[in-house]
């Protein structure tokens, strides 16, 4: 596959850790592609879990694959059975992938969603397979007992009317791109802010869902960044014509006449 895409694996090695470095996976290089042992080819649990989450939120159909526990091939003939037990030993399991070498040992990147909240976990160098499973176990029983996904704001709100540059009589309405979800501690109360930020000569024609801005909420203690998402038109603003500021003139003449 890294010949097929890349042209050779060393190129393909290239594209890996570029790729890993643009994520912000600080603890991370790729020798090979494979991921077998080898001197200079390493990771750590919290860049694992950055590649993770980068995978099944812009590839989300993968999970369609990694929460399958049993299937079959060859019209029945040969039956296949996942390495990762966390699928059916644990409610809301979706994934994702189990590893073993004997330098790195058991491992398991275990994915699972109850509701609105999916966590991650990673499980490095357990000594059996069993104890990868039952520390995945333990973790994500932490999580969805400790913390709750709440919704912040709506994309289907409209957050403002404003004038636009060469639009005389039309006034965009915007709003949000996607719902905006935090994770937080349950039974605590989180205070939080807007920080809205538009595109500078911002000017008709503005088409309907372009981005024209973007919106942070930030938790007003901690000063931390809990969410964000880019601000969309709401509506079609056309820009104005020769006639359409005649028209315009000549209503400001009616009305102070």
Not at 79 to 90: D, M, Q, V, W
Not at 242 to 249: E, G, H, N, S, T
Request: one cysteine or more; hydrophobic letters at 35%; a negative charge.
């Amino acid at each position: 596959m890294a010949e097929l895409i890349a042209g050779s694996e060393e190129n393909f090695v290239m594209a890996m850790n570029a790729k890993a470095k643009e994520l912000g996976m600080e603890n991370t290089h790729f020798v090979n592609s494979h991921g077998i042992d080898e001197e200079g080819h390493y990771t750590c649990a919290k860049d694992i879990a950055i590649m993770a989450r980068e995978l099944i939120t812009k590839h989300p159909n993968i999970l369609n694959y990694t929460s399958i526990w049993m299937d079959t091939l060859r019209d029945g003939t040969t039956e296949l059975t996942s390495t990762n037990k966390l699928i059916r030993f644990y409610d809301g399991a979706t994934g994702l992938k189990t590893g073993y070498t004997s330098n790195a040992l058991y491992n398991l990147v275990g994915t699972a969603t109850r509701g609105d909240t999916t966590f991650i976990t990673v499980i490095m160098r357990a000594p059996t397979s069993d104890i990868r499973l039952a520390e995945t176990k333990t973790l994500l029983d932490y999580g969805f007992a400790t913390y709750e996904t709440k919704k912040i704001c709506s994309s289907n709100t409209v957050l403002e009317e404003m004038d636009i540059n060469k639009s005389i009589d039309q006034k965009l309405e915007t709003r949000l791109e996607d719902d905006i979800y935090s994770l937080m501690e349950k039974g605590k109360k989180v205070e939080t802010e807007q920080i809205i930020t538009y595109n500078e000569n911002l000017s008709a024609p503005i088409e309907p869902n372009q981005i024209v801005g973007k919106i942070q909420i930030i938790n007003k203690d901690s000063k931390e960044i809990i969410g964000q998402t880019n601000i969309i038109s709401n509506n079609l603003v056309e820009k104005s014509n020769f006639l359409d500021y005649l028209k315009f003139i000549f209503k400001k003449f009616l009305l102070n006449f």
